[in-house]
C-alpha cells in the first residue's frame, strides 16, 4: 500500500499558504514594512539558532563526556538546524514553525511528545550481546591461504 505522500502536499500547500501571508499583511502594513519584517525575521532567527545552537552543543559535550547517551541534545540541535532554516525561507508561517522550533519551551515539549509517543527511540540500532545466537547460520572456520591459490585456475595444468 502506498503511504500518503505528505512533503508532496507540504511543498505544495507551503507556499500558498506564504503567498496569502504575505499579501494580507503587506495590504495591512505596507510592503515596504512586510520587507523590513522579513529581514528582521531573519536576523532575529539566526541570533537565536547561533545562541540556542552553542548551548545545545555544551549539553550535547557534557552528556557524551558523562558517558550517557545524547539523543536528546541531537533531536534538539536537529530541530533547531530546521527552525534555523525556516528562518531563512522568506515568508511568516515558516518564520512561525522555525520560531516555535527555536524556542526552548516549545522545542522541549516537542522532543518530549516525540521520545514518548516513539517518533524517535533513544536506543541505537545495534545491540552487542554475549549470548549465543540461536538461528543455527553461524559457521567457524579458518582460512587457509596456498601459494597456488594466487594463479588463476585456467593457468593451471
Avoid: C
Wanted: no cysteine; proline share 5%.
Amino acid at each position: 500500500m502506498r503511504r500518503f505522500p505528505v512533503f508532496s502536499v507540504l511543498f505544495l500547500v507551503i507556499p500558498f499558504i506564504e503567498l496569502w501571508l504575505l499579501i494580507k499583511v503587506g495590504s495591512a502594513i505596507g510592503a515596504l514594512a512586510t520587507i523590513l519584517l522579513l529581514i528582521l525575521s531573519g536576523f532575529l532567527g539566526m541570533y537565536l539558532l547561533r545562541h540556542q545552537g552553542l548551548a545545545t552543543l555544551a549539553k550535547f559535550q557534557r552528556d557524551m563526556q558523562a558517558g550517557q547517551r545524547p539523543a536528546k541534545s541531537l533531536l534538539e540541535g536537529t530541530m533547531m538546524l530546521l527552525g534555523g532554516l525556516l528562518f531563512i525561507i522568506p515568508g511568516f508561517f515558516t518564520d512561525l514553525v522555525g520560531l516555535i522550533l527555536l524556542l526552548p519551551p516549545t522545542r522541549y515539549l516537542l522532543v518530549k511528545f516525540m521520545l514518548k509517543n516513539g517518533v524517535v527511540s533513544v536506543g541505537g540500532g545495534y545491540q552487542h550481546t554475549s549470548a549465543p545466537r540461536s538461528s543455527g547460520t553461524d559457521i567457524e572456520g579458518e582460512v587457509i591461504r596456498r601459494v597456488d591459490d594466487t594463479k588463476n585456475s585456467l593457468d593451471r595444468p
